[in-house]
Every structure is written in C-alpha cells, then in structure tokens.
C-alpha cells in the first residue's frame, strides 16, 4: 500500500516537472535571417529575436493584466499552436509605392481566453495580443519589454517639453529632436514615445514601432533603471477632461482612471514590432507599420482621395506685397493664394487658423473677413481644393455636422490639429475622424498628432501625420538647434512608421551658423537644394509649399519644379545613407524616375548607380546646390543632360539635390 502511495506521489510530482517544464518555440523569416524565439516559462512569456545568428533582442517579457486579475500570460495553459504563412503582393493606395510585397511566417500561442500572435518578416519581428473575451472587460496595464543584450547607443525621441511627472508628460506635441547615446544614460525624469532606434554594434539598427493602434492608448517607453532594457508604458483612461490649451481648441486631462483601455468584449491589440535593419538605408524604406495596418473595407470606393500639394499661409504670416488689398485672413489674401496654385498646378490652397472666430471653438462662427462658399466656388472655377483647419476640440463637438456642413460647400478636406494625446480617447477620436470625414468624401491631415500606426491603410483618406520636429520649427526655434542632422535622422526613425507633415518649401535660406529665428519673416536652415530634395526625401501624400507666393514668383525655376514633383509613388528606392549624415531617395511616378538627397552639417560626395532606370535612354533635370552655396545658402545650379551609368553629385554642407529622369 505504501509503495503504491509513494508510486503514486512521484507520478504526480513527474507529471507536473512536465507541465512546469519550459516550452520553447521559434519561428524563423522566410528568407532566414531573422529568427524569434518565444519561451513560456515560471509563468512568464518571453520572446528573442536573433538575425544572422547575432543576438538583437534579449528574452523580453511580454504579458497583459486585466481589471478583474485576470492575465495574459505563461500562468494560463497553452491549448494549442497554430502556424501560418503569407507570401503575397497587396495594392496600396496613396502610399510610397503601388505594391507592396507581403511575406511573413506567423505562431500563434492560443491560451483559454486569449491568443498571442507572432510574426516573423525579413525586415523584423511583430507581435499582437487578441483577447476573445465574450464579455466586457478593462486593460489595467501591459508589459512589453525591449531588452538589448547590452549597453547599446539608442536614438532617442524624448517628450520634447520636460513636465515634473511622467503622468504629465502624456500631454505632448509628438515634435521631437534626438538624444543620441547608450540606453544607460536615459533621462529618469522623461518618457519618450516611438518610434525609438537602437544600434547594435555589428552596424544592425533596431526601431521600435507600433501598428493597428485602433482602440487602444499608444506606447511610449522608459527605462528608470538606466540598464538596457526599455520598458512600455501607456496613458491610464481619462476620467476628467476640460476644454483648454491653445486658443481653448484643446482637451485637458484633470484627473484619470485606474486603467488604460475597456472593452465591451473581444479584441485585437495593436501590434509591437522590432524592425531589424542591417543596412541603415533599409530603414528608409520600409513597410512593416503599413502592413501591419487593419486593411480598409475592400467594398469602399476610394477614388475620390486626391492626394496632392498644397499652398500654406501660416508658416510665411499671410506675407504678401505689391498688391491693392490688405494681406490677412480674408477673402482677397485667399484669392491671391488660389490664383498662385493655379498658375502653378497645385491642387490646394489651406485656410490654417484664424477663418473661425479665434477663441471660441466653434467652426460654425467664421469671422466676417471670410466667406467659404466664395472661396471653394472661386478655387473649384481654377481647378484647386480648399482645405480648412480645425481645432481638435472644435471639430469633435459635431463632427458629423461640420464635415457634412463644408462638404456641400466645396471643402476637400480637414487639417486638425492639437489633439497632443494618444490615451484610448484620443485614438478612438482618430478613428471617428478618418470615418466621418471618408463619409463626406473628405481627406484629413493630423497634426498635433502622435506617429502613423497604419490608420492611413484602415482609412487611406488620412494623407498624413504631423508627429515631427518640422519646419514651422524655425519660427522660433533658439539660434544652435540643430535641424540639419534632424532632417537625416528622423527619415530613419519617424518616417519608417508613415507619412511625415513636415511642411517644406522655404525659398528663403540660411547656412546653419547664420540661422535666427523669425516669427513674421521665417527662413530654413540649409540650402535651396535641401529643401528641394525633400519633396523627394520625405513621404508626404498631402505636401505643403510653406512659403508665400511673393517669393515663390520671385523664384519661379524652382517653383516650376517643386510643381512637377508628384506625392505619391508607384516604386521607392533608398538608394544610400547614413542615420544622422544624408540620404539618397529614389522615386517612379508613372514613366519618371525622380531622385533626391539631403546633407546633414557636413558636405557629401554621392555616386549614384542608375541601373534602377533600367534599358533606354534618360535624360535628366538636376537642381544642385551652386558653387557658393557654403557661403549664399539659396545659390543653386540647374542642368540638363543625359543619364547613363553613374552620376556625381556633390552636397554642400547642409545641402541637398533634386533631379527628374525622363526616358
């Protein structure tokens, strides 16, 4: 009897050495280089990532916590795996090339409640939680680690205006520059939102994003312990809000829940991806957020969207001379606007604020200088959209009678701007906003806004997203910030996710040491070229021509040029770079191959193979930075010529180039 027993208790205690016992999985990309390793072990869920054999990302744990103490986690038995793959072309609208390839292998980890899905693509490593609740529930917190295997530098894109709580800090413009440095030296006192870039020291560059970002608060990181390991942390829902902020436009958080996201049931997270690129120029070029994106209503017409350029009045203060009318917000000053985009073949002219009664957040109270009806009757007769701006709090007091109100009028779309929040309230605003203003056949640029999290696939009417330290900067921006090596990082970074409203343009240009800040009369830093090579550099379906007619006029070649630059692409190149230093783009529309580079604060010397125009005979129209421009920032020289093996092209410091290939 007592050897049965003792049997017995050793059967039990075997059984549950095996149920205990790791469980290891790997899933590997399809070309092989990259691999994830997931373990579920002492109850805890842990992923790896590894490429070409090289440790990128060190076991890190991942787990969700509920409300009502449930987890998601390695304490809940595993039911089963499943496998999948995909090896694909998508169509893509309004985006930076017309197909996109999708490939990927993909675990999934099905628990009682919920799944944990991973993703393996050769350009990295994404991961999702979907809870299959059949009954409502709240998200009290999540853990999503990035730990590196050691002290590595990061780019780092800090909450740009220091608060004295981390809570605080959730109250932000998404408008950054970079900290360069190792992951030990993180600021305790500040948060930074992603996406984030860590190098490895074999040349690998790691940039952590997110995507599906839907219904759910957005992701920021912290490392309080200065070691090397970022953790995720994400704005608590809020319980109080007042109207307040810039001109009373904004939505202040008083006070917070003591959770971050409900749910009436089932659901899919957004997903956490670990982009892994062995070449910085890959970064340039990648599709990870975008593919990641819930896909739009394939039975939705999107025809209507008409990406294009835009003519912008607030960043060159309504700064026109030379005429018999008073420049300002009113309806001769937009006139003028209009008949500039015409001449030119822009296809837009924007009303930023001050068309509605400043103060009072009601798009309905149009001061008396402006009469909208007018102006989009006016700019429809010349070929050109109106486009109006609107205050977040303004536009979400009736949104579905604003769009409907402007729509019938004529308005094409929506600039908002000022939401300057991404907890699971403000998102779902995103959501409402792109869907509402589809509704009326409307697009919507974001600004204030937090990062592309592939919304602009969901709704492909979101032409674009602020989220950059862009050039209104320069308004006023303290002499020494250093918006040259911006311009050649964040491409790298905060471009990866999603189209970037950097509003470009400047026709008045200064050499870095010569820069000072001017409110009324702005300038950029850099050359003439440099601003035209943006136009190719930067993705920007919605792109703005920041500078005021007058001047535009004053230089019509490059004016003439920028107009023929198109906003969306059929192919895209990264052709060279290097984070922080320059960049190389190549772009097709259609039958032209267009091309462009930036400089950061050194000169550089570009040797460009052209073997990606294929067979036939090119010619081309350069703009290149003239042989003074070191000393005269707008000093420019523009060829023409043939095209055929290689071209040099030499950047000044801080310059730039821009070139279109016709067969």
């Not at 205990?20 to 997931?38: F, H, M, R």
């Not at 991942?62 to 499943?82: H, W």
């Not at 008045?508 to 009324?520: G, I």
Request: with cysteine; proline share 4%.
């Amino acid at each position: 009897m007592m050897r049965n027993l003792i049997f017995a208790i050793a059967a039990s205690l075997f059984c549950m050495s095996l149920y205990a016992a790791p469980k290891n999985y790997e899933l590997v990309s399809p070309d092989g280089t990259l691999k994830a390793e997931i373990t579920l072990a002492d109850g805890n869920i842990r992923y790896s990532v590894l490429k070409n054999g090289s440790l990128i990302l060190a076991p890190s744990q991942v787990a969700m916590n509920l409300a009502d103490g449930t987890a998601y986690d390695g304490n809940v038995k595993l039911q089963k795996t499943m496998k999948a793959s995909v090896d694909g072309m998508l169509a893509a609208q309004f985006y930076k090339k017309a197909q996109v390839p999708e490939k990927y292998n993909q675990l999934t980890l099905r628990f009682k409640t919920f799944d944990l899905v991973f993703r393996a693509y050769d350009a990295g490593v994404a991961y999702r939680f979907v809870s299959r609740s059949k009954t409502p529930f709240k998200v009290v917190s999540e853990t999503a680690q990035f730990a590196f295997p050691a002290d590595w530098n990061m780019y780092v894109p800090y909450v740009k205006d220091p608060k004295p709580t981390l809570e605080e800090q959730f109250y932000n413009s998404f408008e950054n520059l970079y900290v360069h440095g190792p992951l030990s030296s993180w600021d305790a006192g500040r948060i930074a939102f992603v996406p984030l870039m860590v190098e490895s020291p074999e040349g690998y560059k790691v940039n952590i994003m997110e995507s599906a970002l839907m219904d759910y608060p957005g992701m920021y990181l912290y490392n309080g312990d200065a070691d090397s390991s970022l953790e995720a942390m994400f704005a608590p829902y809020p319980k109080e809000i007042r109207q307040g902020g810039h001109n009373n436009l904004q939505g202040e958080v008083q006070s917070r829940e003591d959770y971050i996201a409900a749910y009436e049931g089932a659901v899919s997270f957004p997903w956490r991806i670990v982009n892994v690129s062995v070449q910085d120029k890959d970064m340039l070029d990648n599709d990870l957020v975008w593919l990641l994106g819930e896909p739009a209503d394939s039975q939705t017409d999107w025809s209507w969207v008409k990406p294009g350029k835009v003519a912008w009045e607030w960043w060159n203060n309504w700064h026109i001379t030379g005429v018999d009318f008073k420049a300002g917000v009113n309806n001769d000053t937009y006139k003028y606007y209009i008949d500039f985009a015409s001449k030119y073949g822009i296809e837009y002219v924007i009303l930023d604020e001050g068309w509605a009664v400043k103060g009072k957040a009601d798009l309905f109270n149009v001061v008396p200088e402006i009469d909208i009806k007018e102006l989009c009757d006016y700019a429809a007769q010349r070929n050109v959209g109106i486009v109006l701006w609107a205050g977040y709090w303004a536009f979400d007091k009736d949104m579905e009678k604003i769009c409907s109100h402007y729509a019938q009028m004529g308005v094409k779309g929506w600039k908002i701007d000022f939401m300057d929040r991404d907890d699971q309230m403000m998102v779902d605003f995103y959501t409402r906003a792109a869907a509402m203003a589809a509704k009326y056949h409307q697009f919507v640029d974001f600004h204030g806004a937090y990062k592309p999290c592939g919304l602009n696939r969901t709704y492909p009417n979101v032409l674009n997203y602020e989220g950059v330290h862009g050039l209104e900067q320069m308004k006023w921006s303290k002499v020494g910030t250093d918006q040259l090596t911006y311009d050649v990082t964040f491409p790298y970074i905060r471009m990866a996710a999603g189209p970037v409203d950097y509003t470009q343009g400047a026709m008045r240009n200064y050499n870095y040491t010569w820069y000072k800040p001017c409110y009324v009369d702005p300038v950029s830093q850099g050359t003439r070229c440099h601003q035209l090579g943006m136009y190719v550099v930067f993705e920007s379906p919605f792109n703005m021509l920041c500078d005021s007619p007058q001047h535009y006029e004053q230089e019509a070649e490059c004016t003439g040029f920028i107009a023929k630059i198109p906003t969306v692409w059929d192919e895209t190149i990264a052709l060279d770079g290097k984070v922080g230093e320059y960049i190389v783009m190549a772009r097709r529309h259609g039958d032209k191959w267009y091309v462009g580079g930036i400089a950061g604060q050194k000169a550089r010397t570009v040797t460009l193979d052209l073997s990606f125009l294929g067979e036939g005979n090119w010619n081309v129209e350069l703009f290149k930075d003239g042989i003074n421009a070191t000393r005269h920032a707008e000093d420019y020289k523009r060829t023409l010529g043939s095209a055929e093996g290689t071209m040099t092209v030499e950047m000044a410091p801080g310059g730039g180039f821009a070139a279109i290939f016709t067969k």
